[in-house]
């Protein structure tokens, strides 16, 4: 039987027209089911305060749960969502823990820039230079000079081998050439404790898990690692300004198994975004020091990039290695 050459003609269209339609299809029916949040970071951290704020947003507007799964290592949380069927419902907070062990590491059993496709960033915020309330400094110049005078007798402490925390603080290290020794907690949130019980001197924290502190006098913020200062805390100045070039910061944002299609990234980088414009949301970011950051996944890929070749300089210049 032969069809008419029209008719073909509308049989081939609509052939050619079904898998854009499924894909449309599944975006619009996205979620279908719960959503796992991947956080590889300790309960309670600045990583699971973001997460949980744009969650409870994301659960209300999509009609789904957003299960946040704090606690996992970076490495390890990485690699689960790298391996989930790419279908959106496993996410991952990526940070610039991600960028700094793609060179921390020789081998890992995936490839973070490969592997996980970027969704969106959703925050960026400083990393505030603490001590005690006790210690003798006040502000940087006062630390290095102390530093200086005690030379490997202080200890900074930092949430893990190979952390932000740490880098920043091997960065810190390096642009001033003073020696500390270094003392890696499980999380920063240990490592503020005894940071407050005196068994360490000094931690570069993530500004959101370490704010309340500040505020209730519990640590002295010396500075802020950002080239900017902070709106959360107007009064602490910059390291910039005691040392030129100096600058790094943290980010959480959200990232996907490869594959997963472009219009399930899509509707979540949309639905991100609407979250980081909610008034009530900006307002408690800014409250932690946040800044909200938002951007398309191609904004996120640039600075997971950047971050990358950043990090990899100051990993080769520390000497440090995965443990």
Not at 31 to 42: A, C, H
Not at 91 to 96: I, M, N, P, R
Not at 120 to 140: E, R, Y
Not at 149 to 155: D, G, Q, R, T, V
């Amino acid at each position: 039987m032969e069809f008419p050459r029209r008719t073909f003609l509308h049989l081939a269209a609509g052939a050619v027209a079904l898998p854009a339609v499924s894909r449309i299809a599944r975006a619009q029916t996205y979620p279908s089911r719960p959503v796992r949040w991947i956080v590889p970071y300790t309960p309670g951290g600045s990583a699971d305060m973001v997460a949980r704020l744009i969650g409870q947003f994301l659960s209300e507007r999509l009609g789904q749960q957003f299960i946040i799964e704090p606690g996992a290592a970076v490495n390890i949380g990485a690699e689960a969502v790298a391996k989930a069927p790419p279908d959106g419902h496993t996410l991952l907070v990526v940070a610039a823990n991600n960028t700094i062990n793609a060179t921390l590491y020789d081998r890992l059993p995936f490839n973070f820039i490969r592997d996980i496709a970027p969704v969106a960033n959703m925050v960026g915020t400083p990393l505030v230079m603490l001590v005690s309330p006790s210690f003798p400094a006040k502000t940087v110049r006062e630390f290095i000079a102390y530093v200086r005078a005690n030379p490997e007798k202080l200890i900074m402490a930092s949430g893990g081998h190979g952390a932000l925390t740490h880098m920043t603080g091997e960065l810190f290290k390096a642009m001033t050439g003073i020696k500390m020794r270094h003392a890696p907690y499980r999380g920063e949130p240990p490592a503020l404790h005894n940071l407050m019980g005196g068994q360490v001197q000094v931690i570069f924290a993530v500004l959101p898990g370490a704010i309340e502190h500040i505020r209730a006098g519990e640590l002295r913020a010396l500075a802020v690692t950002t080239a900017t200062r902070s709106v959360a805390l107007p009064d602490v100045p910059t390291i910039i300004n005691s040392i030129s070039g100096f600058e790094a910061a943290a980010f959480f944002g959200v990232g996907v198994p490869k594959n997963t299609s472009d219009q399930v990234i899509d509707k979540l980088n949309q639905e991100i975004n609407a979250g980081l414009a909610d008034a009530k949301i900006k307002a408690r970011l800014a409250n932690l020091g946040s800044d909200v950051a938002a951007g398309s996944p191609a904004d996120f890929r640039k600075l997971i990039a950047d971050e990358t070749e950043k990090w990899a300089k100051v990993v080769k210049f520390s000497g440090a290695k995965a443990e």
